[in-house]
């Protein structure tokens, strides 16, 4: 009984082993033996030292090339406008007033995995021109060059394009959907437009999502008291942004204005 247990072992072991090695021609880059087995009616080859560089160059340079245009994509969907598609932290100009936030900025985006695994964002407040949008847009775009998502919305633009939906423009979904799946959202001059109820409940609907779903925000407003920016927009939504974005108020004077008068 046990020499036929043991016979049908020695089969099973037969039928699964691969046959032997054998040579089946030189390889044309290195001039290696190729190696194969025969097997499935035709010889299935061993690929050589320099065959597998060679696979190995191919498959990376096909990675390289699926990342550009996953990179590529992002930025066209990301809505930033062409204006602030240059904007780096290296081409901000740091004044008097700007320091603590462009270091925040800084930080931000070399930290961007563990402080966005905590929902975790930045308020930029100050006057016009004193530098808020640039440094928004220059940490979008270095996470933008990184792989990530993101999604650029003037606040302004955004309560347009809702009310738009109404008359055959993109839809609610259509307009909201991209900015809850973006790995980062910049609401840009948030405070500066009036919101109607409906567009206050949608933006209130939208930073909700956000922040219970752990997705952070750079927000940037003109309005630098928490009772101005209460006033413009609603208490529950800035109380959910004070709540997930570390706030910086830049005190620096307009950019533009300075170059004008200098």
Known sequence: ???SEDME????KDEYELPPLEQTGICPYCGA?????KMFGGWVNVECECQRKIREEEERKEAERDRWLMIERNKRESSIPPRQRGCTLASFEEREGTGKALQAARRYIEV???????????????????GKTHLAAAIGNALLEDGRRVVFKRVTDLYYELRGSFDGGNS?????????QADLLILDDLGADAPTPWTRSVLQS???YRVNYYLPMVVTTNLRGE???RGAVDSRTVDRLEGCCHRF????????RIRHDG
Request: hydrophobic letters at 40%; charged letters at 20%.
């Open 172 to 180: 609610e979904t259509d307009i909201i959907t991209p900015c809850r």
């Open 206 to 208: 939208l930073v909700d």
């Open 1 to 3: 009984m046990r020499s």
């Open 9 to 12: 072992i020695r089969q099973k």
């Open 33 to 37: 033996p190729i190696m194969g087995r």
């Open 112 to 130: 961007f995995a563990e402080m966005s695994s905590r929902g975790e964002g930045l308020l930029f407040s100050g006057p016009t021109g004193c």
């Open 227 to 229: 009772a101005a920016l």
């Open 249 to 256: 108020v830049m005190a620096a004077s307009s950019y533009r």
